[in-house]
């Protein structure tokens, strides 16, 4: 499961923060942080 989410929270990573307001690039990154430091853990809102 952790692996899965990773991926889904890496997946085209630069694309969509080059590409998506200041806001929801700091989710963005905020679900990398949640996943690495809680793997298996947390769901994503995006």
């Known amino acids: 499961m952790a692996n899965e989410?990773?991926?889904n929270a890496l997946r085209d990573l630069?694309?969509?923060a080059?590409?998506?307001?200041?806001e929801e690039r700091r989710i963005l990154f905020q679900?990398?942080?949640a996943?690495?430091?809680n793997p298996g853990s947390?769901?994503?809102k995006l």
């Open 35 to 37: 996943v690495l430091q």
């Open 31 to 33: 679900n990398v942080s």
């Open 14 to 16: 630069p694309g969509r």
């Open 18 to 22: 080059l590409n998506v307001s200041v």
């Open 5 to 7: 989410q990773l991926s």
């Open 42 to 44: 947390r769901l994503f």
